[in-house]
């Protein structure tokens, strides 16, 4: 079982950057595949990126390829989201979460864990 508490979010001018973070507790972090998800008030939860367990394979929606970039940490637990060039519709809640042995799946129900979420706040 593994717990996800994400930080780093804030307000933020249209075409700068952040990096959010995603801690983990629990054991055997390595093992996990790790993904962000993003959902605006009124809207669906959707994928954003995945990092696989293993061989760090990474998977992106297509509107984020080239603007954001997942990456982990496994000496730290932590897994991250470097978001550049944000738009004021990137606004939303961000999560992250965890499967087990899992590829970085877009598919939300594939994953086990999930965070609270942070906001992200892009003003024009």
């Known amino acids: 079982q593994v717990q996800l508490v994400e930080s780093g979010g804030g307000l933020v001018q249209a075409g700068e950057s952040l990096r959010i973070s995603c801690a983990a507790s629990?054991?055997?972090?390595?093992?996990?595949?790790l993904a962000w998800f993003r959902q605006a008030p009124g809207k669906e939860r959707e994928f954003v990126a995945g990092?696989?367990?293993?061989?760090?394979?990474?998977n992106y929606a297509d509107s984020m390829k080239g603007r954001f970039t997942i990456s982990r940490d496994n000496a730290k637990n932590t897994v991250y989201l470097q978001m550049n060039s944000l738009k004021p519709e990137d606004t939303a809640v961000y999560l992250c979460?965890?499967?087990?042995?899992?590829?970085?799946?877009?598919?939300?129900?594939?994953?086990?864990?999930w965070g609270q979420g942070t906001q992200v706040t892009v003003s024009s």
């Open positions: 629990g054991r055997n972090f390595k093992n996990y595949g």
């Open positions: 979460a965890a499967q087990f042995y899992g590829l970085g799946s877009d598919s939300r129900d594939r994953y086990d864990y």
């Open positions: 990092i696989s367990w293993i061989g760090g394979n990474t």
